[in-house]
């Protein structure tokens, strides 16, 4: 590429780092000092672009290089000559890491990649981009980078310290070339559940599952110790093998780390749990979740309230209430009066219609398959509370997109260590009038339909919709 400058030199001229590294010769840089280009002129398209671009930047602007070259380099530009070519990128379009959700000043777990291509949509190598932000507080590790050979460059990108949306910006930085502008989103509060999926989690579900965390992330506010795991850790037999968890010497989970993997039989509905607890609660700090594709697929647009119901047990719900539940099936036997009596849950519940209840208070289920008494609250009171059992008894999933996170559920994980704001809590009443702590049967609230021969059921809402297609073991 040949291109030809005449250009005369001011006394504050600065120059973009790209364009004096295309220029520079071993032994012309100068002691520091800056010079303003007052002219510009060439024979050359590109060459225009260069130099009106750096001469156009205000001094200062952030990224831009200062690198001072004497006058007399700069005059030996003047007329024409050959320079190396420059890669040039028509586009820059974003790879991954955009609309993550991250506290405030906190680092995304995710690095942003951005691609550079040409005019012919092929990749740019070796085109420096640079990486910015006018959010007060953020910091871009690193600022500037070259790109490889798929024309790809990854920054990570720590969160300024005001809550909403944030944008960074990358950037060509000495051309007027295109830019990619990459949104994430810095939460109020600073509580963060980690997600680290397997590879086969799907793009649409990933979504499903992270904006259940972030409903639990909206309600339990307060950040926790950040454990160091200076040995690092593997994941043990009873983690299921799940690789996600496995953390390399001198990692830190900060709060909770989640592991989701898809599991190898495809029909295999879930299994979830611990892998490593705090000492003191809240407890929850490695978590699984494994899961199979057939009931991922199935659970359609119920998915993210089912994770939440999910994600809502491995952080503590029901599992880690020890001795603040009271007659618990589990010691006393089917259709015991299980409560769990704390009273900012109990003043939340009378407040959402439960005054009326003349039981023990907070109830919880007593009855139906072992594996949901004593960790739900009770269906037949609070069917649409989003941790009321998640199956019906005959083992249908219940339809979750309608169904609340109340402060009844916000006090009871206040209750087990968590800080909250329970203002973030979804607005709730009880689905019936309650008038009497009589027992009730069983009422899953749904009919369903199925085909015995390949063992599906369709699920429907109380108005007769589909809500959700099941295939049962
Ligand atoms: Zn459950």
């Known amino acids: 590429m040949v291109v030809c400058y005449r250009f005369a030199i001011g006394a504050d001229t600065r120059l973009s780092s790209s364009f004096s590294k295309a220029f520079r010769k071993p032994g012309t840089i100068a002691?520091?000092?800056?010079?303003?280009?007052?002219?510009?002129?060439?024979?050359?398209s590109d060459g225009i672009s260069v130099m009106s671009r750096s001469a156009r930047q205000p001094m200062g602007h952030p990224g831009s290089l200062v690198t001072p070259l004497t006058a007399g380099v700069l005059l030996a530009?003047?007329?024409?000559?050959?320079?190396?070519?420059?890669?040039?990128?028509?586009?820059?379009?974003?790879?991954?890491?955009?609309?993550?959700?991250?506290?405030?000043g906190r680092v995304l777990h995710e690095p942003v990649v951005v691609r550079a291509l040409d005019e012919a949509g092929l990749p740019v190598a070796g085109l420096r981009l640079r990486f910015s932000s006018f959010d007060p507080g953020t910091v871009v590790d690193p600022q500037s980078v070259t790109t490889d050979s798929l024309g790809q460059a990854a920054v990570s990108w720590t969160l300024g310290h005001v809550a909403g949306t944030q944008t960074l910006t990358a950037s060509v930085p000495t051309r007027r070339g295109p830019i990619a502008e990459?949104?994430?989103?810095?939460?109020?509060?600073?509580?963060?559940?980690?997600?680290?999926?397997?590879?086969a989690v799907a793009v649409e579900h990933r979504t499903a599952i992270r904006n259940a965390a972030e409903r639990w992330s909206a309600v339990l506010v307060g950040d926790l110790p950040d454990r160091v795991f200076e040995r690092g850790f593997v994941p043990a037999y009873h983690c299921q093998g799940v690789e996600e968890l496995a953390i390399p010497?001198?990692?830190?989970?900060?709060?909770?780390?989640?592991?989701?993997?898809i599991e190898r039989d495809r029909d295999l509905a879930y299994?979830?749990?611990?892998?490593?607890?705090?000492e003191t609660e809240p407890l929850t700090m490695?978590?699984?979740?494994?899961?199979?594709?057939?009931?991922?697929d199935a659970t359609g647009a119920d998915l993210e309230g089912w994770t939440t119901h999910l994600i809502g047990h491995l952080l503590g719900f029901g599992w880690a209430w020890g001795d603040r539940r009271r007659n618990a099936v589990r010691d006393e036997g089917l259709g015991a009066d299980t409560h769990f009596p704390h009273p900012a849950a109990v003043a939340a519940f009378d407040a959402a219609g439960g005054a009326a209840w003349t039981g023990s208070k907070v109830p919880v289920q007593n009855h139906g398959p072992q594996w949901l008494v004593d960790v739900h609250w009770r269906e037949s009171l609070m069917s649409n509370e989003i941790m009321s059992p998640d199956y019906t008894e005959d083992l249908q999933l219940k339809p979750f997109r309608e169904m609340s996170l109340s402060a009844i559920t916000v006090q009871a994980m206040a209750a087990i260590g968590y800080e909250v704001d329970v203002s973030e809590a979804d607005a709730y009443t009880l689905p019936t009038p309650v008038v009497a702590a009589e027992?009730?049967?069983?009422r899953p609230g749904f009919r369903r339909w199925g085909d015995p021969e390949n063992r599906t059921v369709a699920i429907f809402d109380a108005s007769g919709?589909?809500?959700?297609?099941?295939?049962?073991?």
């Open 182 to 199: 990459v949104t994430a989103t810095a939460r109020p509060g600073d509580f963060d559940i980690h997600i680290v999926f397997d590879n």
């Open 31 to 44: 002691p520091p000092s800056v010079y303003k280009i007052s002219s510009v002129s060439s024979c050359h």
């Open 249 to 261: 010497p001198g990692g830190v989970v900060d709060d909770v780390r989640l592991g989701v993997r």
């Open 271 to 278: 299994r979830l749990g611990h892998c490593a607890r705090r």
């Open 286 to 296: 490695l978590a699984f979740w494994s899961v199979g594709a057939g009931i991922l």
């Open 439 to 442: 027992p009730t049967a069983w």
């Open 77 to 104: 530009l003047a007329g024409c000559v050959t320079s190396p070519d420059l890669p040039e990128a028509a586009v820059i379009e974003i790879v991954s890491g955009e609309d993550q959700i991250q506290g405030r």
């Open 465 to 473: 919709r589909v809500v959700s297609v099941t295939r049962r073991r």
